[in-house]
């Protein structure tokens, strides 16, 4: 259930039963040959597939993201940390403010890692509140899928290339590419990194068949519900 389906006495209604709620975090960056909005299709999506059952709101995804290494790349916006917690704080308290208690961030972009442990800080000053924070892509049993049918995947590979991430009438590549040197990249400034990573594939086949993209989807989305329906700690209201 899509807020962006949902009018606010849906939602008040909604609240008087449950207090769960899901937030996708995105980012609007480079991946290869794929959307620039990649890190926001996959969160929103896998959170409204895993929520949908259970009849959980899933607002809508934040679609930027704190991502400056890619700035040489266009298209690619980055905010300031300071400005993506400032911007996630806003959230979770109007959210807490609607009455919802139990918080699910749905994360699809590494470089928003600060908001994890702001998270614990949030909940710390909002009692009987709770935030669990997922990384759906690297979560446990997601990770072990894609493992499992290719261990040389990263950013912007065949692992974020989904039918619903390509882009009509893009031709990919055949080739394999090779894995980067991460920690090289870690000290490289936005335009060195760009001459580095060239087309922006961080190593790996550019696609894989459907079927293994819907298997790791299918762990991905019971992954991501199994957040929702376990234990929350003493703000557990059902």
Sequence with gaps: MKITDM??????????????AVLPLGSTEQHSYLSLCVDCILPERVAADAAEPLGVPVFPVVTYGVTPYFRAFPGSISLR???????????????????FRRILIVNGHGGNGAVQQ?????????????VK????????????KVQEIDPVASHGSWMENFPWTRLPGVQLPATQGPMVDLAKLRLLDP????????????????????????????????????????????????
């Design 81 to 99: 940390v300071e400005t993506h917690l400032a911007v996630v704080r806003d959230i979770l308290d109007s959210m807490t403010r609607s009455g």
């Design 7 to 20: 009018n606010w006495m849906q939602v008040e209604a909604y609240l008087q039963g449950d207090d769960r």
């Design 118 to 130: 702001y998270a614990q800080e949030w909940s710390a000053d909002h009692p009987g509140c709770r």
């Design 133 to 144: 924070f997922h990384n759906w892509w690297n979560a446990p049993l997601t990770w072990a």
């Design 191 to 238: 335009i060195a990194l760009r001459g580095y990573l060239g087309d922006g594939n961080y190593g790996g086949l550019y696609q894989r068949p459907d079927a293994d993209m819907l298997a790791i989807w299918q762990v991905a989305v019971e992954e991501t519900r199994s957040l929702l329906i376990g234990p929350w700690g003493d703000s557990q209201k059902l």
